[in-house]
């Protein structure tokens, strides 16, 4: 990963998408593992935390399983990111303390409705990573990432969620959502976050 290119572009716009910035070999793995045949791996994802925690399929229709260091592949991800950590915080003061993403699945007509990643009383996620594993993504699937300005009124970037691809962002700043997936879209979501509450 070109950590200079990426710390250029946080610093000055706090957003960048990076057209396939891992190596295919890599990739592979980590859409092998997102098509791990054991669905009871996978969970319905959820909203809100604490008590106020609870699904609702209106909003967010993805399920998710958390990475596993001791699977070979989420360790070479998690590895790179690790260097990405500690690239940022060299060149930005970032501070960020650690790394936490899972795999998401949504199916067809599920999207997350517009939302930050920061969640309520709580500010330790600092800069949101999303990669797509979807191969031969075509543009009438929908499923695109919509990235708003901060004010949430404009959206500034529409993403395909192609194979390789990945959008990095500052999680405060930039509000977001999926828009409703016409077939079968993978992904990795991950937050570097900061330590404390
Ligand atoms: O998959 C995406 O494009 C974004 C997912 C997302 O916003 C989230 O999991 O918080
Ligand atoms: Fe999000």
Redesign the pocket.
């Known amino acids: 990963m070109d950590i200079v290119k990426i710390a250029d572009a946080l610093e000055r716009k706090g957003y960048i998408i990076l057209d396939r910035p891992l190596p295919d070999e890599l990739l592979a793995g980590l859409l092998a593992r997102c098509n791990d045949d054991d669905p009871a791996r996978f969970r319905a ?1 959820q909203v809100g935390r604490g008590a106020a925690k609870q699904r609702i399929d209106s909003i967010r229709g ?1 399920v998710i399983d958390w990475l596993d260091a001791s699977n070979s592949s989420d360790q070479a991800y998690l590895a790179r990111m690790e260097e990405l950590r500690l690239g940022l915080n060299a060149a930005l003061f970032m501070g960020l303390f650690d790394y936490e993403c899972h795999y ?1 699945i ?1 199916g067809e007509g599920d999207g ?1 409705a517009k ?1 930050s ?1 920061v969640l309520q009383g709580r500010k330790n996620r600092i800069l ?1 990573t ?1 990669l ?1 594993l979807n191969e031969d993504w075509q543009a009438g699937n929908g499923g695109e ?1 919509l990235i708003y300005d901060p004010s949430g009124d404009t959206a500034i970037e529409k ?1 395909q ?1 192609t194979f390789g691809t990945m ?1 990095i962002f500052l999680s405060e700043q930039f509000p ?3 828009l409703v997936s016409h077939a079968t ?1 993978r ?1 990795i ?1 991950g937050w570097f976050r900061v330590s404390g509450s």
């Open positions: 994802a993805d998401a949504y997350y939302h990643d949101t999303v797509y990432l993403v969620p959008a977001h959502e999926v879209r992904s979501a």
